[in-house]
């Protein structure tokens, strides 16, 4: 497909300018996919300021999924990306409603994605991205036809794999030159985004940094828990037994938190020593969470909500624009 670029200059550095092409962007900063908050106000704004604004599409119904796209471009006419999560039921769908509205750039997580999937976007001339956690998948991803890579560390926020970003980097960012490599996890201001770009990364994604834009529909609660944060406050999912596993998820800790512990432990005990059905405790401690995102980002209960935060929210210490916020992650270009 086209992509709209704008003449590099001869100063940036190669890797930089490679992500720029692929995006169709002025800057290599990709916006990170957030359920309920990245939608058209945020992800145009970071496309109009020069970014890739990528829309999560999270469980939105396709017909839901489609007006997002249609109202992101009603607000900009600059490129950005859609994300779809590789395990939804509706997967089909909504890859259908891309290719009908002709979305350039489709970033798949949740997963690995399909090869069926990956080689209708791609016969439909759609750029397809992936996350690579580790470098034997990473170039299976690109064998299997990705036209980008995401590194994406735990320090970032919501669901985590667990491996860091300084080392995912050293593992698989020299090693892959097939493809444009993004880093992700942990980026927060424009001297990291500098640093990678110097080690040879395409670019960056960040989202932690733009839940506190003033674009950014994120309830004013929500907003002001993460300028309070340091980053220690970023936390992942306790398990306490290895039999009874548990989905990693990066969040600030708060009362929802020690609730969701106390119950974890309360139905380890009871599957070990009263009988009870692992199957029924399983289902029981997976709708502990079940809606709290929306409560705490939309609704603004931070205290039993799910506040998911990257480890970058200690660095995060007022409302900006996300203008100001592109221009502060570029300006060490």
């Not at 090869?115 to 990473?138: C, E, H, R, Y």
């Not at 980026?187 to 110097?198: E, K």
């Not at 609730?259 to 401690?285: C, P, W, Y």
Request: charged share 20%.
């Amino acid at each position: 497909m086209s992509k709209t670029t704008q003449t590099p200059s001869s100063s940036l550095p190669e890797s930089w300018v490679r992500g720029t092409e692929f995006l169709g962007t002025q800057h290599a900063i990709l916006g990170g996919a957030m359920s309920w908050l990245s939608e058209h106000r945020l992800v145009s704004a970071i496309s109009e300021a020069g970014g890739f604004g990528v829309i999560a599409s999270g469980n939105m119904p396709p017909e839901l999924f489609r007006k997002e796209i249609q109202s992101t471009r009603e607000m900009t006419d600059k490129p950005f990306g859609v994300n779809l999560i590789s395990i939804n039921p509706a997967l089909s769908e909504l890859v259908d409603v891309l290719l009908e509205e002709k979305v350039t750039h489709c970033v798949l997580a949740g997963g690995l994605p399909d090869p069926k999937t990956i080689s209708q976007l791609k016969d439909a001339g759609v750029n397809v991205i992936l996350f690579a956690p580790s470098l034997a998948l990473a170039k299976r991803l690109v064998k299997r036809g990705a036209d980008a890579l995401i590194i994406e560390g735990s320090e970032a926020g919501g669901h985590v794999g667990p491996v860091s970003t300084s080392v995912l980097i050293q593992e698989i960012l020299h090693h892959i030159n097939d493809v444009p490599v993004f880093a992700a996890g942990g980026i927060a201001n424009g001297r990291m985004v500098s640093g990678l770009v110097q080690m040879g990364a395409a670019g960056c994604q960040l989202g932690t940094r733009f839940v506190c834009a003033e674009e950014c529909i994120a309830h004013e609660n929500f907003k002001k828990a993460f300028i309070r944060a340091q980053s220690r406050d970023a936390v992942v999912t306790s398990q306490f037994d290895p039999t009874f596993p548990v989905i990693p998820v990066r969040a600030l800790a708060n009362k929802g938190t020690l609730q969701f512990n106390e119950l974890q432990l309360k139905l380890i005990h009871q599957v070990k020593n009263e009988g009870m059905d692992r199957k029924e405790a399983f289902l029981e401690l997976e709708k502990f969470w079940v809606g709290s995102l929306k409560k705490a980002a939309i609704d603004g209960d931070v205290d039993y909500g799910s506040v998911m935060a990257g480890q970058s929210v200690g660095m995060v210490k007022s409302i900006q624009s996300v203008k100001e916020i592109i221009q502060e992650l570029v300006a060490d270009i």
